[in-house]
């Protein structure tokens, strides 16, 4: 058993990430920024450890982590990512401001591992499939502050010499994600025989499942390399455009509806190429994505239709 902390767990992964550890029975410790627990936590409230603390109080942190001393810390805690979150200095403060509170508490208790989030925004626009070494180019405020997290782990790490990955984090889907987001509002319109507002149908994204992404995290925890700070994309390697997945929707649920391009305005990040280049991690760390597309498409249907107070929850959220 090992002590871990989970940073960001009222979110999509996190929820997901700290059920996997419950699972794998670990020591699980949760650090949240309200006392009130989110939706997504409903469930295992009795098996967890709740700790509310802000990330950029410094002192708070650094007494939590003290007490706490964790061996692994997973950080998904971040501001940002979302349409809805547009305020830049709260982005600095949670996304750097936060990394660095926290990683610095860990330094002055020490842990085996402490695992970073990055995003796949970093690179910005390509028409490429891009590797962990290049260039980056973040394309909004949001990407520039996980660029900086991500260097600051990666120096941190070489020059501390502790083991602190960064995970590059592309289009996760699965149980719990955002209800507004495409996967849960196709499925839940479709579970209606209707389709949802669309943008461009060119519109293309690398969906990787939940359980494959929960899975890079512990591998990342538990497998140490030659490569201080290393950081590693987290993509299936295979894109799939709006209009396929549309249509691998259509086969597997009742949708008579015709889907209505450009119902819903494109938004900034919006762009025809989006692929991971995955050979690092399959490389280094052993890592491959476990679920087709359609498998994991089908996954999700399963669990909506094994929960349904959670599916009319999302009923309820569901975009017009």
């Not at 009130?36 to 939590?64: F, N, Q």
């Not at 989030?117 to 909004?140: H, K, L, Q």
């Not at 990955?165 to 319109?189: A, N």
């Not at 690092?280 to 359609?294: N, R």
Request: overall charge neutral; proline content about 5%.
């Amino acid at each position: 058993m090992k002590r871990a902390i989970v940073t960001g767990a009222s979110g999509f992964v996190g929820a997901n990430l700290a059920r996997r550890l419950l699972r794998d029975g670990q020591d699980v410790h949760l650090l949240l920024r309200h006392t009130d627990l989110s939706w997504r936590l409903k469930g295992i409230r009795d098996d967890v450890h709740c700790h509310p603390v802000d990330l950029i109080d410094r002192g708070a942190v650094e007494a939590t982590i003290a007490a706490i001393r964790p061996e692994w810390v997973f950080h998904l805690a971040a501001y940002g990512a979302y349409s809805s979150q547009t305020d830049v200095h709260r982005m600095v403060q949670t996304n750097i401001t936060g990394t660095v509170n926290l990683v610095e508490a860990c330094l002055a208790t020490g842990c085996e591992a402490i695992v970073n989030t990055g995003s796949s925004s970093e690179y910005g626009f390509t028409n490429y499939a891009p590797v962990e070494t290049e260039r980056v180019e973040p394309n909004s405020h949001y990407a520039v502050t996980k660029v900086a997290a991500t260097q600051y782990c990666r120096f941190t790490a070489q020059s501390r010499g502790i083991h602190l990955p960064t995970l590059r984090l592309y289009s996760v889907y699965g149980p719990y994600e955002e209800p507004t987001r495409l996967m849960p509002t196709l499925i839940v319109r479709g579970l209606r025989g209707e389709l949802p507002p669309l943008v461009d149908p060119t519109i293309a994204r690398d969906y990787v499942h939940i359980d494959d992404v929960c899975d890079a995290y512990l591998l990342a925890a538990t497998q140490s390399t030659l490569e201080s700070g290393a950081i590693y994309n987290v993509g299936t390697g295979v894109q799939t455009s709006l209009r396929d997945l549309v249509a691998m929707a259509r086969a597997i649920l009742p949708i008579s509806a015709e889907p209505v391009w450009g119902s819903m305005p494109n938004r900034q990040w919006d762009t025809t190429v989006w692929i991971g280049d995955n050979r690092k991690i399959q490389a280094k760390l052993g890592w491959q994505p476990h679920h087709s597309l359609d498998q994991g498409f089908r996954r999700m249907i399963e669990w909506f239709l094994a929960n349904p107070d959670i599916l009319a929850f999302y009923q309820h959220c569901s975009p017009t």
